[in-house]
């Protein structure tokens, strides 16, 4: 199993979906920039390692470095970002190259950022949604792994497009982690495909 740190920083729905659905992966270490994000609590009452820290008073290159000092002693292996709400900095990335994802509440490469819903409703989006991507120097622009549609609907505010997105990220974001970790061999065995069988070989001497 993956080693995985989930990095939060607040609520963290996304965070017990992923500890609740996990499959090829195991939750060694949940982390936030906020020491009273709801989510840690949950996490703790799981029996599950946390870390928090906020940058405030130490800087942001403090703060990652003792982050990054957390999470290599955990021995973790990939971070999944869950409603982290800081920019990571290019340092950080490079030194976690294509092993960070993140979920975003819109069908990306829509609205990158803050406020997704009210801007899919303002634009008048038949379609809102998530997507889990790979997380680059780009704010929300690395590769797209997984995505869900879900509709807007005619009353929809953004309050109420936000809790039917949530409920898909929930769903998407568990089954994009596992096959993101999974080996291949891994995902042969998952779907029962058995593997070819081979053929004794005489060997030499
Ligand atoms: C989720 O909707 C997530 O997609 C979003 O914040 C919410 C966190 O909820 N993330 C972003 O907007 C990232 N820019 P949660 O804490 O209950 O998982």
Request: with cysteine.
């Amino acid at each position: 199993n993956q080693r995985v740190a989930i990095l939060i920083s607040g609520r963290g729905s996304n965070m017990m979906a992923l500890v609740e659905q996990a499959r090829g992966y195991e939750v060694v270490l949940v982390a936030s920039d906020k020491p009273e994000a709801a989510g840690l609590v949950w996490a703790r009452e799981r029996g599950l390692a946390t870390f928090s820290l906020s940058p405030k008073g130490i800087g942001k290159a403090a703060y990652e470095a003792q982050l990054d000092a957390a999470l290599r002693k955990a021995e973790v292996g990939t971070i999944a970002l869950a409603g982290y709400m800081r920019l990571i900095s290019d340092d950080f990335v490079a030194r976690w190259r294509g092993r960070i994802v993140n979920i975003h509440p819109s069908l990306l490469p829509l609205y990158k950022g803050l406020d997704t819903h009210a801007r899919a409703i303002a634009a008048g989006d038949e379609h809102a949604g998530c997507s889990v991507h790979v997380v680059t120097e780009e704010l929300d622009g690395g590769a797209v792994l997984g995505q869900s549609r879900v509709a807007v609907l005619q009353d929809d505010d953004a309050e109420t497009l936000a809790a039917r997105v949530l409920s898909a990220e929930h769903a998407l974001y568990p089954r994009i982690l596992s096959e993101f970790v999974m080996t291949p061999i891994d995902r042969i065995r998952e779907t029962g495909l058995s593997l070819p069988e081979t053929e004794e070989r005489p060997s030499d001497g």
